[in-house]
Structures are given as C-alpha cells and as structure tokens.
C-alpha cells in the first residue's frame, strides 16, 4: 500500500529529488523547510486519508461482520474502517489519525480536524512547497501543529481516544468468559502488545474463545492456545474474498 506503483503514482517527484523509494520513509526525510515537509505530509495524508482504499478489502471485511457482535481494535491510521461503513462507536484507533492535527508541545489535550487544510495545501502545493501561509500552527499557543500519530510521548490522547478506549474495556468486559473470537489481521511484530499480545493473554484466559490470525508469512500462534487457534499464512484480501 505504501510502495509500488501507488508510491510512484503520486510521489515520484518527491523520489526523483530526495531519492526515498516508499511513502513510510518520505515520512521521516528530513525536509529542509516546513513549506516542503507540509507539501509531502499533505500529499501523504489526502492519498491514505481522504481517498478511498486502493483494494475493497475494508468493504468485504465489514460484509462479514456488520451482523455481528463486533468491535475493532486497530493501529491503523487512516480511517479505512469507518469508511468502509464500521460503527464508529466500535471502533478504537489506538495510534492516532491521520486526519487530526495536535500541538506538536504538545500545550493541551485537544486535536484539531484537518481536511479543509490538508485540501488547500494539496491545490495550492507548487514544485514539492505549500504557501508559508499555511503552515500550521495551534490556536492556542501558536507553536506549530504536527499530526496526531503515537509516535514518542507527545501524542495527545484527546477526549475522543479515551471515549473509544472506554467501549473497547466495556465490550471485553460485558462479553467475558463468553463464546468470542479474537480476529487478528495483518499485524506485525512492531507493535506487540497493542493487539497480539494482549489476543493471546484474552485467549488464554477464556476457554471459550478463539483466536484466529491471517497474515502472510507471520501467522502463528503460542503453544498454550494452539489447540484453540486458527493461524492462515496467506494475504489477507484473497483469504476474505474465499470467506
């Protein structure tokens, strides 16, 4: 998703200047001025926020739930989810948006929604710079704004992150020790104990649940689970269009 030709497609010029080769790594360039770091982080965020999912992977995903008693856990950011049409109120992004800027300080707890301003920057960028005049800055102390990606300790958790962490505690705890499945799509091994982690330590401890893991090449599971897991090593969109 974040290399290849959709990388190509819409950040060559930025590969042809700064020699990067996929969206993750221009991320962490270290752009010379704000007017050019915007121009990619505008672009960055409007292709993986703002347009829709280059494959209906989301959709046929929520095909197979939307009937169900269900509730999602992600460290995606990029609201694929909710645009596939899941519950917003079953939903809880852990690491952050891409469509919300915070105080880069961070002086408060507050997020600010960005589209309109991620918009102008895309129609108004200009050989890799967006104007000076819209670079970000917080309302409150004028220091400059940054996206609200859990990155080191200056991710804000806003009102919104704690309502959602709030449902995800109340889901678990109204459902345990009852039939459950716990589904684990595509996670890797950067973020252990947000989703892997805690799935197999909820299994473990539930002997009605199981736990069921597609991820191509990494799909494995402990022993003490084993008999009580499903693990698929193959991709995840071939997998949920068999289902």
Not at 39 to 66: H, T
Not at 94 to 106: A, H, K, N, R
Not at 148 to 166: I, Q
Not at 182 to 207: A, C, D, H, Q
Request: aromatic share 16%; glycine share 6%.
């Amino acid at each position: 998703m974040y290399t290849g030709e959709r990388f190509h497609e819409y950040f060559s010029d930025f590969e042809e200047k700064y020699g990067f080769h996929d969206m993750y790594s221009g991320g962490f360039y270290p752009y010379k001025t704000p007017e050019e770091h915007w121009a990619y982080w505008s672009r960055y965020i409007y292709v993986n926020r703002y347009m829709d999912a280059p494959k209906p992977l989301y959709q046929e995903l929520f095909g197979l739930v939307k009937d169900k008693d269900y509730f999602v856990i992600t460290t995606n950011v990029d609201h694929c989810f909710q645009k596939a049409g899941f519950d917003k109120k079953s939903l809880f992004y852990t690491q952050g948006d891409y469509g919300l800027f915070q105080c880069s300080i961070p002086c408060g707890i507050d997020t600010y929604d960005n589209e309109e301003t991620i918009r102008r920057m895309m129609d108004e960028q200009r050989n890799m710079k967006i104007p000076a005049e819209l670079i970000p800055k917080c309302p409150k102390c004028g220091k400059p704004l940054t996206m609200n990606l859990r990155s080191d300790d200056k991710f804000v958790e806003d009102e919104g992150w704690h309502l959602a962490a709030g449902r995800y505690e109340n889901f678990l705890r109204e459902r345990k020790n009852q039939r459950i499945l716990f589904l684990e799509l595509g996670v890797g091994y950067n973020t252990l104990g947000i989703v892997k982690f805690s799935f197999w330590r909820m299994t473990t401890e539930n002997p009605k649940a199981t736990y069921a893991c597609v991820n191509s090449g990494e799909a494995s599971a402990p022993t003490e689970i084993r008999d009580r897991s499903i693990c698929i090593n193959a991709d995840i969109g071939k997998v949920l269009e068999q289902l």
